[in-house]
């Protein structure tokens, strides 16, 4: 059964880059879609982008200006790099799994999720 | 870019059904996945492909997509189905990305 992990500090401070990481476990990274997903306390979810297993990478436009996500196959881990946080940033932060984005006109929802981190900018 | 719209909220008693909507422009075209999220907890994915069930979702659990609306419904409403939950699509007009709806809190009356 797959799992995911998320890690990455707790607590970063206002201007720097929040990094994350999610570990696959149970199962490969290839062939798949890999989502972040964050949730500000109290409100809804926000979609950050994903990254095809191949590298291929899709972001939110109100993000994408300051939002890296990368692959690391050899480690089955994908990451997520936001530059220049705010206090706006401070969310719980989700990786999540997707079986397929328009594949043979297929759309698949997110399946597996992490337990997700949460992630403090406050000085 | 593409807008999900959700009630805030919707109330139904034990054993009775609730449907949830979510609203956007055309999305019978398109094709919708619904979350379960409890306090505390990371999102479920409860049906996608607009009526789908993954494996170890209940059968009360089912959904449809037409024109403007999109309905979660959930038949024989038990105390545990108490959560959020949210709509999101995959919007193939503007390259695939992803969007999520508002969220609907379901009370159990």
């Known amino acids: 059964q797959v799992q995911l992990q998320e890690s990455g500090p707790g607590l970063v401070k206002p201007s720097e880059t929040l990094s994350l990481t999610c570990t696959v476990s149970?199962?490969?990274?290839?062939?798949?879609?890999w989502s972040w997903i964050r949730q500000p306390p109290g409100k809804g979810l926000e979609w950050i982008g994903y990254?095809?297993?191949?590298?291929?990478?899709n972001y939110n436009p109100s993000l994408k200006s300051r939002v890296t996500i990368s692959v690391d196959t050899s480690k089955n881990q994908f990451s997520l790099k936001l530059s220049s946080v705010t206090a706006a940033d401070t969310a719980v932060y989700y990786c999540?799994?997707?079986?397929?984005?328009?594949?043979?006109?297929?759309?698949?929802?997110?399946?597996?999720w992490g337990q997700g981190t949460t992630v403090t900018v406050s000085s | 870019s593409y807008v999900l719209t959700q009630p805030p909220s919707v109330s139904v008693a034990p054993g009775q059904t609730a449907r949830i909507t979510c609203g956007g422009n055309?999305?019978?075209?398109?094709?919708v996945h619904w979350y379960q999220q409890k306090p505390g907890q990371a999102p479920v994915l409860v049906v996608y492909?607009?009526?789908d069930r993954p494996s170890g979702i209940p059968e009360r659990f089912s959904g449809s997509n037409s024109g403007n609306t999109a309905t979660l419904t959930i038949s024989r409403v038990e105390a545990g189905d108490e959560a959020d939950y949210y709509c999101?699509?995959?919007?193939?007009?503007?390259?695939?990305?992803?969007?999520f709806g508002g969220g609907t809190k379901l009370t159990v009356l």
């Open positions: 999540a799994r997707c079986p397929g984005i328009a594949v043979a006109g297929a759309y698949y929802g997110m399946d597996v």
């Open positions: 149970g199962g490969s990274i290839s062939s798949y879609y």
């Open positions: 990254i095809y297993y191949s590298g291929s990478t």
């Open positions: 055309n999305i019978g075209s398109k094709s």
């Open positions: 492909d607009d009526s």
């Open positions: 999101q699509v995959w919007d193939s007009s503007s390259d695939h990305q992803g969007v």
